[in-house]
């Protein structure tokens, strides 16, 4: 009579090879979870500019976060919001990553300038955001 089961190195083969599947698969998740998490750092920017051009409007020039009444930080959390300069004609405001999403290198910094009526969006693994043309347009998602 044949027992029944796996024996121990067909077990540790399986083992290895479901190691070696997770390694790989691995980092692309994060990679996806960084890029879906950076949706959040894009919505609040574009409602840091809504409230902006609100504020001018009645103001005749752009404000701090503070003036403006809204949050230091993205709605989920995974962004700190700076505005790091202001006057009658231009703006820059900055979304710094922040917890597990610091991890995300390449785009930990996405800053958005306003001047006149040129916007212009940039990102960076720190405040230099000097990401090329083509990641800057991957962390921006367009």
């Not at 959040?40 to 409602?47: C, S, Y």
């Not at 103001?59 to 230091?72: P, V």
């Amino acid at each position: 009579m044949r027992q029944q089961g796996f024996t121990l190195i067909e077990m540790l083969i399986a083992t290895s090879v479901a190691g070696i599947l997770s390694s790989v698969a691995y980092p692309s998740f994060q990679g996806s979870l960084h890029k879906a998490r950076r949706s959040d750092a894009l919505v609040a920017l574009v409602q840091v500019q809504a409230a902006q051009e609100r504020w001018r409007f009645n103001h005749r020039s752009y404000a701090s976060l503070g003036e403006l009444g809204a949050r230091t930080t993205s709605a989920a959390g995974h962004y700190t919001l700076e505005v790091l300069s202001a006057d009658e004609d231009r703006y820059e405001v900055v979304a710094r990553a922040t917890g597990t999403q610091a991890r995300d290198s390449a785009c930990r910094t996405l800053k958005m300038t306003l001047d006149g009526v040129t916007v212009t969006r940039s990102s960076g693994p720190d405040d230099l955001v000097s990401n090329p043309t083509d990641t800057n347009r991957r962390c921006w998602g367009f």
